[in-house]
């Protein structure tokens, strides 16, 4: 596996989870908070995993707006790129994990690979702006309502993604 980060938002602790699961997966990557990433860190790694759960109608969490910017001041062609996303898919039922869909589309208009995307199988919610061709663009996970699948399906996308890190 190539030079690896994780970089996350999260406000009462779920996608903080989410994270370290997901670290713990691929054999301990570096994992960060968003709040302390730099522009350095999306330049000095080959693969960046992007994560953050949604808030308000739909958007990101707060830590990732004063980052969200510098996706615009750099080129991430020739690097790899995969999202996760956190939300409650029956409270917010119409911008359920949208949040992914800001992170997915940030890394993707700086030249990014975009891995990851998985099926909306076994999930219920009415829409949601990570869903593309009918798959989400990354990980969709519901602490709320199916805490106990976090980690088979965490599980399960690390080992899809792990063949292109
Ligand atoms: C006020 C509020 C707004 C929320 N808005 C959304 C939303 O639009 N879409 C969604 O999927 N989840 C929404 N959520 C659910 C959170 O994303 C969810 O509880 C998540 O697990 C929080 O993760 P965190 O602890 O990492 O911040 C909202 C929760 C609250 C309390």
Do not use: C, H
Not at 35 to 46: I, Q, T, V
Not at 126 to 142: C, E, I, P, R, W
């Amino acid at each position: 596996m190539k030079k690896t980060v994780i970089i996350y938002g999260s406000t009462t602790g779920n996608a903080a989870q989410a994270a370290e699961t997901i670290s713990a997966k691929l054999g301990g990557v570096e994992v960060k908070e968003v709040s302390a990433a730099s522009k350095d860190d999306l330049l000095g790694f080959d693969n960046l995993i992007l994560g953050s759960s949604t808030w308000g109608d739909g958007e990101l969490q707060d830590d990732w707006f004063g980052f969200l910017p510098a996706f615009k001041d750099v080129d991430l062609s020739g690097k790899t790129v995969a999202v996760f996303g956190v939300g409650d898919q029956f409270s917010y039922s119409d911008t359920y994990v949208n949040a992914m869909a800001e992170l997915y589309n940030a890394a993707k208009n700086a030249g990014a690979k975009i891995i990851g995307e998985t099926s909306t199988e076994g999930y219920s919610f009415n829409a949601s702006t990570a869903v593309q061709n009918g798959k989400f663009v990354g990980l969709a996970l519901d602490y709320d309502n199916q805490a106990e699948l976090s980690e088979d399906r965490i599980a399960a996308w690390t080992t899809q993604i792990t063949p292109e890190l």
